[in-house]
């Protein structure tokens, strides 16, 4: 197994990203290497416990894998807001885009394979894929990502982030981050791939951009020439299930055949699948469902 890590240019940014190839990966008949794009959750990073995991399963499966940090977040230069989905699937085109065209740094020619999304990452996703139909890869994988966006989780916002939001128009949330520069912007000696504490705003005018994302553009998905895992766990206090039976509903509407879609539950599984039992149960639900599609995409 290689590891790389590298930049790719998107709108302003620059992305951080990781590739992990396989020593022997899987390959298309004209010899490019096939690989997944990770997007991650709401001010998360590609350090997080479930993209390192699943980095590893893609690896044990011969299936290269890049994960990388949106706008704002990680390692990545720029900023990020709450409302900012169309902003991420422009990031997933950018990098799904260089995979195409430059390939795999240090590794060669890339087929992209598929994409997979935590989260708000799993969101994004879908919206890359409608918005970037002609970039949407052969298997898309929705790892508790919400379709409801007008619906915001019960509690997130203390009383005197409400008093602010009414008062002030905006509210700084929280700093996040964990590996700060010094103050010209370079790293801090001894600290490899540093990241930027960052203030995380919350407007009026982001809440607004999130509530009108009408994810229902799902049911425009190329899904005639392409394959979609819906994962959520029964234990997730962040998106409720019937985000992703809705996801589930209208997709399978859409699709010329039942086997196009397919939706698991994982018993006991929370949101941000940090816990171990719920990555082994998180590997079973991936490697059965590529098990099956692989082979009726060529691969």
Known sequence: MSQTEFFVHSRNAQLFARAVVPNMPR??????IAVF????????NIDAPVFRHVQETFNKLSIASVAFDFHGNGCSTGTTSYGNYYNEADDIASIVQYLQTTGIPNSGPAFVLGTLGHSKGASSMMLFAFKHMHMCPPLLINLSGRFWLARE???RWTKENQRQLRESGKFLWRRYGTKPTKSNGTKIEGT???????????SLDDMAERSCTDMSVVQALP?????????????DQIVPDDDVWE?????RMAAPNEDRVVTRIVPGAAHFWNKQRELCALDRSLV???????PKIGL
């Open 223 to 235: 899904l005639h020439r392409c394959f979609v895992l819906n994962i959520t766990g029964s234990k």
């Open 247 to 251: 996801y589930d509903r209208l997709m």
């Open 192 to 202: 490899a791939n540093a990241k930027l504490v960052r203030e995380y705003w919350i």
């Open 37 to 44: 794009v990770l997007s991650h959750g709401l001010l998360d």
């Open 288 to 294: 059965r469902w590529l098990n099956d599609v692989l």
């Open 27 to 32: 390959r298309t008949r004209d010899g490019r």
């Open 153 to 155: 989780i019960t509690m």
